[in-house]
């Protein structure tokens, strides 16, 4: 899929994706040893875009299965196509196969068949990429049937037989850890692990995902979502939502964070009745529009690594 460490980056890069050493070795990695990736942590760090600029960078296509709770087979490998069947059975009368087995034999092939992403993922030519989405969503009993293809690149269709795959996927599963993934599916994969970001990523990842903010901008917001994250929120913003906020500052005409935004940027950063709460307590916006100054002088300063919360003993609860 990629011939070198250096060939994906630039691939990812040209995808305006911001990835650090380790994920693309890992990626690099599970591309040549043709092995799924499990990506798992918070919500919004960045897991399923991975998988669709890897799709982009390998100049492929994304077959996705977006799992839920209740999902079934049907959803996931396909279903046979009634209709077609019944028209097939209606317009070729005198061309049917005049045996009732050889008549059940022909109905039962992938022809009559819609596929869900999971046959469709196997049936290209050259790989493709599978997003199986938040797979801790779904039960345990399906995550054990995920195993048949991710490990011996093969599906057993009820009627048809065992589909098996013309080129090996580029398997991305992800997951917010709502429920534990099983040993068998992680042993199987490379694990990927996503977290927030550090200053310094996530201001080139605004760098590279808003139009028309500044450099210092960036920063500051980069320094901004990392004071939020040290603020022991119910829900921590994401990058999504610090994206979000960009966009926010940009149609307002603003170029910093300042105590006085609070109420026009609470909607943005705090998601539940409880981070509101916390958020409009009293110097509680301006300590962390504190902390953001302090963030960002540091980063002037060349630190580079992630920091603790500078101001962690000055937050009010
Ligand atoms: N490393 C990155 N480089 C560029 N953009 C990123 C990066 N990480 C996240 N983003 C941005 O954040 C958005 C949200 O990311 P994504 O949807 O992949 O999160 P997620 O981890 O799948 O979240 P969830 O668990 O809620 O589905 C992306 O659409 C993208 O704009
Ligand atoms: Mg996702």
């Not at 009820?158 to 580029?170: C, Y």
């Not at 301006?286 to 960002?296: A, C, F, M, P, R």
Request: with cysteine.
């Amino acid at each position: 899929m990629f011939a070198s460490i250096e060939q994906l980056s630039e691939k990812l890069e040209a995808a305006k994706y911001v990835a650090d050493p380790v994920t693309l070795k890992v990626i690099y990695l599970a591309a040549q040893m043709q092995k799924p990736v499990l990506a798992e942590g918070p919500p919004g760090s960045g897991k399923t875009e991975l998988a669709k600029v890897v799709a982009d960078a390998a100049n492929t296509n994304i077959e996705r299965l977006q799992c839920y709770e209740g999902i079934n087979e049907e959803k996931a490998i396909g279903k046979f196509d009634e209709s077609l069947q019944r028209l097939y059975l209606n317009t070729q009368g005198n061309a049917l196969p005049a045996s009732w087995a050889s008549l059940r034999r022909d109905l039962h092939t992938l022809e009559f068949f819609q596929e869900g992403p999971l046959v469709r993922a196997l049936l290209y030519e050259t790989p493709c990429v599978l997003l199986i989405d938040e797979i801790d969503k779904v039960s345990e009993q399906f995550e054990a049937e995920l195993l048949e293809i991710l490990s011996d690149w093969q599906i057993s269709i009820p009627k048809i037989g065992t589909i098996r795959a013309k080129s090996k996927p580029f398997v991305v599963l992800t997951s917010n850890e709502v429920r534990r993934i099983g040993d068998p599916l992680r042993r199987r994969s490379l694990y990927l692990r996503f977290e927030h970001p550090t200053i310094e990523r996530e201001t080139k990842i605004l760098e590279k995902r808003t139009a028309g903010t500044d450099g210092e901008l960036n920063t500051h917001l980069a320094g901004f979502a990392h004071a939020l994250r040290g603020y022991t929120l119910e829900k921590p913003p994401s990058i999504a939502e610090m994206l979000d906020l960009a966009e926010a500052l940009r149609i307002l005409d603003t170029h910093a964070i300042s105590a006085d935004l609070r109420d026009v940027l609470l909607p943005l950063i705090a998601k539940t009745e409880n981070d509101r709460k916390r958020l409009m307590l009293r110097d509680g916006f301006e300590s962390l529009v504190y902390d953001t100054q302090q963030y960002s002088r540091h980063l002037d300063q060349n630190e580079t690594q992630e920091r603790e919360p500078v101001c962690a003993e000055r937050r009010r609860y």
